[in-house]
């Protein structure tokens, strides 16, 4: 069930990446990926008793593509589950941290280029 899970969140990041050209397209499957990758570290972490594990690196800026990165993160974390619970849960969490922060901007983005509204 977490394989799924994670496949899921896979899923929706590479979805993020196909709809980039469409901002609100973007925007609602950027949510979805970060909400379904949210979920599969709770998930993990009530699963496999991680509630009060904290994962070294989890704010790391790598550079780069972001969603690229969150989606090797997300692979790295369906590899090693099995065998390396906390790395998985450790990858995930850091994928989580890489999803919110590219929403936060897309909707800061998104703010500053509206019009504002004038009251009369």
Known sequence: MLLKSIAKAQALVKE???????????MLTLWKAAA???YVAF????TLG??????????EDQGGDQLGIAEQLLKEAQKS?????????????????I?????GAEEK?????MPETIDE
Do not use: W
């Open 16 to 26: 993020a990446q196909s709809t980039r050209s469409d901002k609100h397209a973007f």
């Open 36 to 38: 379904e990758t949210e």
């Open 43 to 46: 998930r993990i972490a009530t």
């Open 50 to 59: 991680y509630e009060d594990y904290q994962p070294t690196n989890t704010d």
């Open 81 to 97: 589950l099995v065998q390396q619970p906390d790395k998985s849960y450790g990858s995930v969490r850091k994928t989580v941290t």
């Open 99 to 103: 999803l919110r922060k590219l929403y």
């Open 109 to 113: 983005g998104k703010k500053e280029t």
